[in-house]
């Protein structure tokens, strides 16, 4: 099974498998219908000072992966996502749902490397 980073306003497909929301924020835009979640981990997201910090700027994105991966190291909600991951992805394929439009420089990208590297 794989695991993927994508943006929420993709258009669901049947293969997806379960699709956890990693934003704090609720993404603009889409209604939780229209998400087809199947949880959503707002508290792994990062924290509003260093998203604000942040701002999705590629030239911050190096230090801001150090300082969410400091944050992760700390958070409990880390930890829940990893073993839902474990749990569920030797049978389904998980996707780690984000509102940004940077597709490459964002929490959820790093979240997905930091899990691969855990179960390899």
Same mark, same amino acid.
Request: charged share 30%; net charge positive.
């Given at each position: 099974?794989?695991?993927?980073?994508?943006?929420?306003?993709?258009?669901?497909?049947?293969?997806?498998?379960?699709?956890?929301?990693?934003?704090?924020?609720? =993404?603009?835009?889409?209604?939780?219908?229209?998400?087809?979640?199947?949880?959503?981990?707002?508290?792994?997201?990062?924290?509003?000072?260093?998203?604000?910090?942040?701002?999705?700027?590629?030239?911050?994105?190096?230090?801001?992966?150090?300082?969410?991966?400091?944050?992760?190291?700390?958070? =409990?909600?880390?930890?829940?996502?990893?073993?839902?991951?474990?749990?569920?992805?030797?049978?389904?394929?998980?996707?780690?749902?984000?509102?940004?439009?940077?597709?490459?420089?964002?929490?959820?990208?790093?979240?997905?490397?930091?899990?691969?590297?855990?179960?390899?």
């Amino acid at each position: 099974m794989e695991l993927k980073a994508e943006r929420i306003y993709t258009k669901p497909a049947d293969l997806d498998g379960y699709r956890i929301l990693v934003d704090r924020l609720w =993404p603009r835009g889409i209604s939780k219908v229209n998400a087809h979640l199947d949880k959503w981990l707002k508290e792994v997201g990062p924290s509003n000072d260093l998203r604000k910090w942040f701002g999705h700027d590629p030239a911050k994105y190096a230090e801001f992966k150090v300082r969410y991966l400091n944050e992760l190291a700390e958070n =409990p909600a880390y930890e829940q996502l990893r073993q839902l991951v474990e749990e569920k992805l030797p049978s389904q394929n998980i996707i780690l749902l984000y509102g940004a439009k940077d597709q490459q420089h964002n929490q959820a990208v790093i979240l997905k490397e930091q899990l691969q590297a855990a179960f390899k």
